[in-house]
């Protein structure tokens, strides 16, 4: 069975726990070894100088070259990320690929009131997120899923780290995507 | 999930716009295609029914506007939201006013695209459940070509679907243009004899010698002009239904002559001396009091009592205002088929009068009052002024003028067939003269049935 590898990508230095925090969700919620993937490189060329943001499209092409072999490859960063047409993205993944890329920049909203376990509930919440379409499924409408659309922190407050029982017997149906 | 069914058409000439916006929407479970130009938009739009089309303004040659124009043409239907650089005013406008649903200024809000594609998906549903709710309750209400959604009509339907099945005669009673003949065929098509032949015939249209033949059918040589053996109307519907409208029209000689019938099930053709035996089942239909013309001796009470098995009586439109706007709906629909054009319905204060109008001449009425409307409405929505409703004024002579008594005689004839929605015998009945007189008047007048002038070059 295929691993998903977790690679801090960020410019700052990785809070471990953060990033094992995710690697353990991300084996709960896929059944499969999760791994810590380590690499000095990152995709500063991906950074956008007119919107001063980095282009997720851009990383996701990155990680399959410069990433692991095999299995699924999610990078995890502290930079502000976007697609073109969107002023700003959580994360982007291919729908069915290896690629999935999230980002914490927008998750810290309220964290410093909050409190620091907010943010790593939300980007582990994101991350099963991604990684969720990386293995095909699609948004959810399913009570408190995880594959709910959330295009705000509102949203990704609202729903649970957990994927419902029909995206479960989706994910069955469609392997490793 | 409800989003499969949704398809969305994205139109931009830059790849990586399609790509990305295109992606996002896949992501929601959307099913997407992309087309890089207008006319290669068009070509998507005219194959294939769109849920939604996203595109964007400006694009080298035909233009995000024209795809808009076109897009309405092709799919009504369909919600349009325009991508644009950088909004301006005049661009929102123009896009608006177009038709578009909404605008979106590029890059945007995450949050904005999701809401507002969520937003027209709910709606799109919501109109669909309306269309399949409507459908159904209009089975509902449906007995045949009858609609109602009145306790009254639906306790008609009831008995009618009941009487269908047995062979006895019906007597439908009834103003005119309630549909008389309509419940008659909806019964015939209902009973065992339905693959049998349904044969209307008019009492009042024609005179007694006539309708006697018509009726019996004749030996040649019977009378001036019986040229040859012909069946009647009774032979015709032999092991069907004959469906005897305006029963209560009939002369005293051709009353004897039914009520025999009915009790023998023979008859002779007119100069005829065979018997001839048929399987017919009578429907009798009437607007007059049959049972008071009865008590008055104007009708034989043998042959009221023999007609009288099954009564069925049609509430006037007016005693079921609350299936004028179900019936609306249903002559709008079939107006716009046969006319092959689009009609919405009716603005609301179209509605409002025809609420409130008297439907003399009943449903028929409202389906001529519609037509007109149909016709004569510049846009797809029926106004009230399209319909020409009479109003209280327009039987009054215009004030100023001094009209000849012909003139006076000619406009209050049209104005009275108008009333009753064409029915003559109705419109005899009001004038105080009888059918012959009324169709001479008509012919010498040049009205039609609808009361409309019949003239060459008349103004209509």
Redesign the interface.
Known sequence: MDPIFVWWIGEEEPDPQLVEHVRLHLARAFRRPAAIWDGEARPRHAFDPRRRQHAS?VILRWLLEAGPGGGKVLGVTDRDL????????FGE?Q?GGRAAVVSTARLVEDVELVGPQLLVERLAKEAVHEIG?AFGL????GEGCVMG?S??VREVDAKSSELCAECRARLGTQGEG | ???ERTRILVVDD?E??R???G??L????YTVVVAPDGPSAIARLEAERWSILVVDLKMPGMDGLQVLEEAKRLQPELAVVI?TAYATVDTAVAAMKGGAYDYLV??????E???MMQKIVSQQLLVRENTVLRQALKQEYRFRDLLSKSPAMQSVFELAKTAARSSSTILVLGESGSGKEVLARAIHAESPRAEGPFVPVSCAALTETLLESELFGHEKGSFTGATARRKGKFEAADGGTLFLDEVGDIGPKLQLDLLRVLEERKFHRVGGNETIGVDVRIIAATNRDLRKAAVEGKFREDLFYRLNVIPVLIPPLRARREDVPLLVEHFVERLGIEMKRRIDGVSPDAMTALMAHDWPGNVRELRNVLERGAVVATGPVIQLADLGLPSKADVAPRPGTLASLEEVEKRHVAAVLAHTGGNVSQSARILGIDRVTLYNKMRKYGIRRDGEDDSPGAAR
Do not use: Q
């Open positions: 499209g976007f697609i073109p047409i969107l002023t700003y993205v993944a729908l379409h699609v948004h959810c409408d659309r295009p705000a | 999930m409800s989003n830059e990586i716009v790509e990305s916006l992606g996002w896949e992501k929601d479970g991508m590029k890059p945007f809000d995450p949050e695209l999701s809401i």
